[in-house]
């Protein structure tokens, strides 16, 4: 059985992450590490976006940067100055193509193809069988996902960001290039929060998704119907579907750090590092994934890395409120952006505001709503 210093159980984004910026430092050159994944990492299956107001270590991979956005619902539209954000985004295999280029260089470093079937934690050791090998390590750090311990509980509300999205061809030239919908709730909501989400890169190509915060899923059927009404009501007569893409992202505030011992972490969604409220990932991911390196070079116990912030119980609150009643969840975001100033907005969601311009962003939203979700959770918070 071969011994490693870290073993990477499952290799998606929070841990090719991690694993790229400890290669970056130049502190982890002495350590033995594996990376452990079912999926060969060579396709594009999916997309990221994020938004961001500085060139950072993934700027020769965004594919497509805008300067302005586009919200919508049935009552009005408004165009949002994005400034000095721009928004990103980044193909799977780009991403994939940067880190492997970077990590198949290192001596010290193994990537497998395998499945990982069962972790055993004892005292001072971790032992990990996949599907054709055991292996040992000293330090764990596991992203995958634990559906059932989840959505198993009902303390906390688990809703999911869920869509489906095709890139399209267009013969008419519809799109606007230099504008992204971030969101247009102007489709029907049926009992639910329900939004389309286009990502134009020209005149005539985009990625459409149908996209939901809701519990459960819907048959594929009926997303695609959604997308192909939303093509015709923007003109379009003639396309070309040129690839599609699917997912489904826990919304959930459930405490995943409890489970985190002095020799086993748990990041990526496992380790609740995807955004609770809104479902993105990819920086949040960036910035845990930078922390945890600067942890590992000064600290050894696993369960001093989590620290909970004010925007958990911010998160904690919305989705308890759509939990409880999913057929609003247009009226709020909308009440947001209509009349907040879209740069707060983006630096609220991405968790680095004061508590003055925290105030500012929350007075936007339904205040009778948030007030009685205060009360409804309060407990849940004061217990943690």
Not at 96 to 113: C, R
Not at 157 to 170: E, M, N
Not at 194 to 206: D, G, H, I, T
């Amino acid at each position: 059985m071969k011994h490693f210093d870290y073993i990477f159980t499952g290799a998606g984004l929070s841990a090719l992450m991690t694993v790229y910026k400890m290669v970056q430092s130049g502190k982890f050159n002495d350590k033995s590490i594996l990376l452990l994944d079912e999926n060969p990492k060579k396709t594009n299956d999916r997309t990221w976006c994020f938004w961001d107001d500085s060139n950072g270590i993934w700027e020769t991979i965004i594919q497509k940067k805008w300067n302005s956005a586009l919200f919508a619902d049935e009552n009005f539209r408004r165009d949002l100055v994005l400034k000095p954000y721009q928004y990103n985004m980044v193909k799977g295999l780009d991403f994939y193509t940067q880190v492997f280029d970077l990590v198949s260089k290192q001596e010290n470093i193994t990537f497998l193809n395998q499945k990982v079937l069962e972790i055993e934690e004892s005292e001072n050791l971790i032992l990990v069988q996949t599907d054709t090998e055991s292996f040992s390590c000293t330090k764990l750090f596991n992203s995958i996902y634990n559906k059932q311990k989840a959505e198993s509980q009902t303390e906390y509300p688990v809703l999911q960001q869920h869509f489906i999205g095709w890139f399209i061809k267009s013969e008419q030239p519809v799109f606007n290039p230099e504008q992204a919908t971030f969101m247009d709730f102007s489709v029907e909501q049926r009992g639910n929060t329900r939004f389309m989400y286009v990502l134009p890169s020209s005149e005539r190509e985009a990625l459409i998704e149908y996209t939901l915060f809701s519990e459960n899923l819907l048959q594929n059927q009926e997303y695609e119907t959604e997308i192909q009404k939303y093509i015709k009501n923007l003109g379009i007569t003639d396309y070309e579907i040129v690839e599609k893409e699917q997912g489904s992202i826990p919304m959930t505030c459930y405490p995943f750090w409890k489970a985190n011992t002095k020799n086993v972490i748990n990041i990526g969604t496992s380790g609740g590092w995807t955004k609770a409220s809104t479902g993105y990932t990819f920086k949040n991911s960036d910035k845990k994934s930078s922390q945890l390196v600067s942890f590992l070079q000064r600290e050894t116990d696993f369960t001093k890395f989590h620290k909970r912030t004010k925007f958990w119980f911010y998160d904690l609150l919305l989705l308890d409120i759509l939990d409880r009643k999913n057929e609003i969840g247009s009226h709020i975001f909308s009440s947001m952006f209509k009349k907040g100033n879209p740069s707060l907005i983006f630096k609220f969601l991405d968790e680095e505001t004061s508590f003055i311009e925290d105030i500012k962003v929350i007075l936007k939203c339904p205040k009778i709503l948030f007030i009685k979700a205060i009360f409804h959770v309060a407990l849940k918070a004061i217990k943690l």
